[in-house]
């Protein structure tokens, strides 16, 4: 079967070719598939991407948090030296003291107060231990503190290095996050293009039913009301034409798969090897093609007779299952331009028969 039917326009009879319109919605719509598949692609690589910047900003977010404690701690024991620092400072001040009090007393009179000689000898020596003793703590003390400032200091300009890469990662973060919504959007937007075009092309291939339909009832005199309902099974035709895509094969006889001439040519051939000729043709150009190999042809219906109508610019090929007075139960492929098989009865009128 063809999809292209006759439109007036005024005076001017313009064929409609519908196989063309459909299968430029199709095209169209494959396009736009191939489109949203790639804004897929790209989308999920972006979303890695994005993932790989979250697993370095939580790194950062792991290192501020490490310098952070190190920058606390280096404050506290900061804290903890100057207390210290200033404890040993108020210490050596009393010690100092008492050593400057002890200088006022003559030596006769600190010998006096001391137990003997001995005793007055470790008293002197004792402060001045205490003395140079504070006053190596102090400095160790000071030492340190210098130390814990300048540790301070390097760990705050790590800590304003890892911040500012925080920024920075964080800026890449939404920059990427934008992007991919915005490449979702756009496949969202090319998938609902591409459900558009296919529903074109389902409209176009409505219509093309109806004209099909048409094309029938003016072949059969107006018997044929309703497009048959396609049938379950495939009438026996190969499973591996019957699943694929229509066209998707060159059967054993030159034919397109799931095309009514296929199917035709399938049914004769499993009964009939060697039935006639092979090759592409237009249903409608069976007849002739018949007639030139020497197969009778005839107004008459009989059972394993190929039935040929006219409707349309292609025609159409049925095979006769039987034969039942004034209607025929025939079985087909592709009736309604779907690549479906049917299994139905119609009237037997109107029909040129090819009796292999």
Not at 28 to 48: D, I, V, W
Request: net charge negative; aromatic share 8%; charged share 25%.
């Amino acid at each position: 079967m063809a999809a292209t039917s006759v439109v007036e326009i005024g005076s001017v009879a313009v064929a409609r070719d519908y196989d063309a319109e459909i299968q430029a919605k199709r095209e169209e719509a494959e396009k736009y598939r191939a489109e949203a598949g790639h804004l897929n692609k790209m989308a999920s690589t972006l979303e890695g991407q994005l993932a790989v910047l979250r697993q370095q900003a939580a790194a950062i977010e792991g290192l501020i948090n490490k310098s952070q404690r190190e920058h606390d701690k280096l404050v506290a024991d900061i804290a903890i030296g100057e207390e210290k620092l200033k404890e040993n400072q108020d210490a050596l001040g009393v010690v100092i003291a008492d050593l400057y009090i002890d200088d006022q007393i003559t030596p006769l009179e600190m010998l006096a107060s001391s137990k003997n000689i001995g005793d007055f000898l470790d008293k002197q020596e004792y402060r001045n231990s205490i003395r140079n003793t504070l006053k190596t703590t102090i400095d160790d003390i000071d030492r340190l503190q210098k130390q814990l400032e300048k540790d301070k200091l390097s760990v705050e300009r790590v800590l304003e290095e890892q911040r500012g890469q925080q920024v920075l990662l964080a800026d890449k973060q939404k920059e990427q996050s934008d992007l991919i919504a915005k490449t979702r959007s756009d496949e969202a937007a090319y998938k609902k293009l591409a459900a558009e075009s296919n529903a074109e092309a389902e409209r176009l291939n409505q219509a093309q039913i109806a004209a099909n339909l048409a094309a029938m009832q003016q072949s059969s005199g107006g018997g044929v009301s309703s497009l048959p309902v396609a049938s379950s099974g495939n009438g026996g035709y190969p499973s591996q034409w019957a699943n694929a895509p229509i066209n998707a094969f060159v059967d054993s006889w030159g034919m397109y798969s799931r095309q009514c001439t296929s199917y035709v040519a399938f049914k004769l051939g499993s009964k009939m090897p060697g039935w006639g000729f092979t090759g592409p043709a237009d249903a409608k150009n069976w007849p002739s093609r018949a007639v030139a190999s020497g197969v009778a042809t005839g107004s008459t219906p009989r059972v394993g007779a190929a039935a040929v109508s006219y409707g349309g610019p292609y025609g159409h090929v049925m095979y006769v299952e039987a034969v039942n007075g004034n209607t025929i139960t025939v079985s087909d492929y592709n009736l309604g331009f779907d690549g479906l098989y049917r299994y139905y009865e119609r009237p037997a009128a109107g029909l040129t028969y090819i009796y292999f």
